[in-house]
């Protein structure tokens, strides 16, 4: 996973400044950054938590828009609004870091919810208003194109949609959101004496004990079933909402309103479909094989859903790393054999501090890539204790934290992210190139079962993420239908995509199982992205097999290019296609097959 958000504190925080830390900056775990270039607009030092010292400079920028006399105005204007952004952007980060590394400092927490509750809503409105005064300047037409062809069509975009009728509705759509969050969060059992969350609960799935995996996993399908209404309840309220959002703007449904709304412009609902068809034709074979071999080898009639996570083989799990300064040494090992220059940029990361990756009491959970957006430098979050799954972790966010560095030459601060398709090819790669070494953590029949592990893991995203994303076209072009109509149709995707699990006598666990999909409630749409991104970065690994030299330098230069191209030549960079077809498909799901029987 990767978030970037930005947070802030009470500081007079100034790279390239001598700098006094306010208390809560002190518990970020790196010390003052090297700035990346001098500052044009803003002051060398200055409170970016203090909206006071920040609304001058949008005063400015406003006033100074109207007095550009040339193209070459225009584009140091945006220049000097891109040094805004990234300041508050960096600011945002920072107070968000030092909050998740230090949960139990109420500084942090109180430094972070200052910037979101008395700084980011202040800060929608001005920006809106730059976006629309550049979209309307006289001049945009004679900026070079294509350059600011992405940028201008994305800000257009958000111009476009924009409906203050909508405020209020979006504002409804959040609590439930949050209600959504706080019922999947406070949902408990007990379990053999001891109160446990649902989470919690997860790690008994992967026990060898038969019965005890069955106990857990019924146990917590029947508290969700005892949920089931208040979930159904909650989203039928969402669909309202987002029916009369989409239906505001002037959309025939909130699919088309959600595709845009997501910058999809170079992929359709057909486009999706015809991603479903391909999977159910070419990925779903792989996966009943993998799942009838794993029923063989686990002694079963049939597979149950309490099946699904624990090692075949009844092997204890795997031990990559003692500690965690153990982990990056062997990480860095990793990326010694893999590249130079990424080796070099892991390094940097350390030298730097810019890695937080210990668990231990008083931290955030999970994991994350941040980027400090003024000094062009990424941040790693997460909470390492001795699992192959930590590893799998800091090799995907060392793909977000390289996709950083390579945007640093970028002046814009649009273009130094790119689109969340793409940004998952940079760190799924990364997984699957780096495995490539992972003796670094193992012996040999120990590197074997880990890339095993991975790449059944790659297999079976694929049909997951079909039911999800086809459950939801499916939804949100029916408007009116009944709760009963949605559970019939998840059921039927569930038997299209689900492989050869047997949910004898769980039937109604299976009818609600998408409540668990907080994508579904939280983030409508957004999910067959990671289905795109895993193609990428598949081809990716296949060019690998075929020329590894040229496959990471195809790779890096995709990365450098940030967000400033539209994703099929982001694609196109790193050598793949950007299309979702059995063509594309089935040489991946050859390679995966080849690989995993040599494993
Ligand atoms: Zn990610």
Redesign the pocket.
Known sequence: ??VSVPKPVPLGIAPHAPTRYPPAMKLLPFDTLPAYKPRRLLPAAMDLGDWSQIRPLFDQLEQRAARCASAADLESWLLDWSELSAALDEESSKRYIAMTCHTDDAGAEKAYLHFVEHIEPQLKPRQFELAKIYIAHRLRPQLASPRFHVFDRDTKNQLDLFRPESVPLETEEAKLSQQYQKLSGSLTVRFRGEEKTLVQMGRYLEEPDRVLRQEAWELVANRRLQEADKFEEIFDQMLELRWQIATQAGFENYRDYAFRRLGRFDYLPADCEQFHDAVEREILPVVRELQAERRRQLKLDTLRPWDLAVDPLNRPPLKPFANVDDMVSRTQQIFNRLDGELSAGFQRMQDLKLLDLANRKGKAPGGY?STLAEARLPFIFMNAVGLQRDVETIL??A??AFHALATRGEDLYAYRSAPIEF??V???SMELLGNEFIEAFYNPADANRARRTHLEGIAGIFPWIATVDAFQHWIYTHPGHTRLERSDTWVKLMERFGGEVDWGGCEAARASLWHRQLHIFIHPFYYIEYGIAQLGALQVWAHSKRDKARALKDYKKALELGGSRPLPELFEAAGCRFEFDGATIQPLVGLLREELAKL
């Open positions: 996973m990767d890539q995907h966010e793909g977000h940004c998952e940079a760190s799924m």
